[in-house]
């Protein structure tokens, strides 16, 4: 109960500080949405100038970041018998995590392979566990961050843009309903365009190596 208390007192100050700490309990195993973290601060910024849009996306970008580091650590150290084995455990549950979910990002990840953990921070049912299949493969630290960056940076944009426009449509209590709605569907076309342009590096590559040969 505390630990709600916390989380509602971080949502009723936003901040650089409490942004960063809420979208690095988002990005880790704990179940909590970052509709409600980026959108409002960025409404608040549009509504009063208190915060810099940018710097925002930068915060919530560190914090993502972060927790999606204890993932991969954890990952890594404890190795996956142990992660499907929490997973499937009451706490797991409790923590909306389950061996079916991990064992669909490692699926995503193994299909797609390191980018996927850019890919993956841009949809809704990948993006907080993607970087759990990333630490069970020992994927190297430094690809992991730069993808983990890129993608979360990309959805925080998205998402700071959302309430940053809101706030002159929308009333306030309105919001989060608004932003579930859209950004989903912009996550799923972001991803879809993502993924075309891979295709189209990895066709043309493809083309350029039959043609040197």
């Not at 549950?93 to 953990?117: C, R, W």
């Not at 430094?142 to 700071?160: E, P, Q, R, S």
């Not at 449509?169 to 993502?194: C, F, M, N, W």
Request: with cysteine; aromatic share 12%; proline share 4%.
């Amino acid at each position: 109960m505390e630990s709600v208390g916390f989380i509602g007192w971080c949502l009723a100050h936003l901040n650089y500080w409490t942004i960063t700490i809420l979208m690095a309990i988002e990005s880790s195993f704990i179940p909590f949405p970052s509709e409600i973290v980026v959108p409002p601060a960025a409404y608040h910024a549009a509504a009063t100038g208190d915060l810099s849009l940018a710097l925002i996306v930068v915060f919530a970008t560190i914090g993502a970041c972060a927790g999606a580091l204890v993932n991969y650590f954890l990952s890594l150290w404890i190795g996956k018998p142990l992660v499907y084995k929490f997973a499937d455990s009451k706490l797991g549950h409790m923590l909306l995590l389950s061996g079916e979910k991990i064992e669909k990002a490692e699926s995503y990840f193994n299909d797609h392979g390191a980018v996927s953990t850019f890919v993956g921070r841009l949809i809704p049912a990948i993006r907080q566990l993607i970087s759990i299949p990333a630490g069970l493969a020992k994927m190297s630290l430094g690809k992991f961050i730069g993808y983990t960056a890129l993608g979360a940076g990309c959805w925080n944009i998205v998402l700071a843009v959302l309430g940053f426009y809101l706030e002159k449509v929308v009333p306030e209590d309105q919001l989060r309903d608004t932003v579930t709605k859209y950004s989903h569907e912009i996550g799923y076309s972001i991803a879809a365009i993502v993924a075309a342009i891979l295709v189209f590096l990895i066709v043309r590559n493809i083309r350029r190596r039959r043609v040197s040969r």
